[in-house]
């Protein structure tokens, strides 16, 4: 049974710093790409950022420079450090795993960001 537990979100001034963990089980974690998207109330989820096995990683535009995805293969964990953050980054963050042609998803934590 695969399952994705996120942490880490909660409200934070805008400016302010978050990390957020996303720990998986049920997969082989070495080989999965992970991603972090996050959906805005009233808004479609949108990806964040995300990061293959062989460690290569992309952004959203929006979050260049001020976020970055990282990976502990030895603690089947994901990260998403966020930084200078802005009121338009508030919403529910979601870990997903691509996995054997599969995409796994957690249930998300929230972030919430005040001017």
């Known amino acids: 049974q695969v399952q994705l537990v996120e942490s880490g979100g909660r409200l934070v001034q805008a400016g302010g710093s978050l990390r957020l963990s996303c720990a998986a089980s049920g997969i082989i974690f070495t080989i999965a790409t992970m991603d972090w998207s996050s959906q805005a109330p009233g808004k479609q989820r949108e990806l964040v950022a995300g990061?293959?096995?062989?460690?290569?990683?992309n952004y959203a535009d929006s979050v260049k420079g001020r976020f970055t995805i990282s990976r502990d293969n030895a603690k089947n964990t994901v990260y998403l450090q966020m930084n200078n953050l802005k009121p338009e980054d508030t919403g529910v963050y979601y870990c997903?795993?691509?996995?054997?042609?599969?995409?796994?998803w957690g249930q998300g934590t929230q972030v919430t960001v005040s001017s």
């Open positions: 990061i293959t096995s062989r460690y290569s990683t």
């Open positions: 997903r795993a691509s996995y054997l042609g599969k995409d796994y």
